[in-house]
């Protein structure tokens, strides 16, 4: 398994991600060198890249105190994703808004959301519109931005 894993290239898709990226790299990785882990998160637009001790895995706590402290700094520390997803379904967003507000997070275009979701782009357009209005955003960065300090789980 772990051979079938390293032999994925997935390099051509790094420069599509376009959020907030924490790569964990464990020292002493036998299959994967310290400079192929840099390599591959140099890929990866603002990607922090953290090593860590620990063999095919990093070392669990460390890991966990290093994925809180870059939560924190995002502003996403601290607070339940009950509580978050509460405060958007409180500003009125529906089910619907949600997952477009969650697309919209992950980068993707109002044709691309169309696509998965099997609305047209219209339709779209007239969610994403709702949910600007609700959230008191100008524009998809302020949604968005909401998104981030909220993460949504979908409803």
Sequence with gaps: MIRAFSDSNVSHLLDQIH???????????????????????????GARLVFLDGDQEPNHAE?????????????LGGTRPDSQRYEALKRGLTGRQLEILTLLGSGKTNREIAEELVL???????HVADVYGKLGARNRAE???????????SA
Excluded: C
């Design 19 to 45: 959020m907030p990226v924490l790569v964990l790299h464990s020292l002493d990785q036998h299959w994967l060198s310290v400079e192929e882990g840099a390599k591959f998160a140099a890929k990866v637009n």
């Design 120 to 126: 047209s782009e219209r339709t779209v357009e007239r």
């Design 143 to 153: 949604a968005v931005a909401f998104g981030l300090r909220q993460p949504l789980a």
């Design 63 to 75: 890991g966990v105190r290093v994925i809180r402290s870059f939560l924190a700094d995002l502003g």
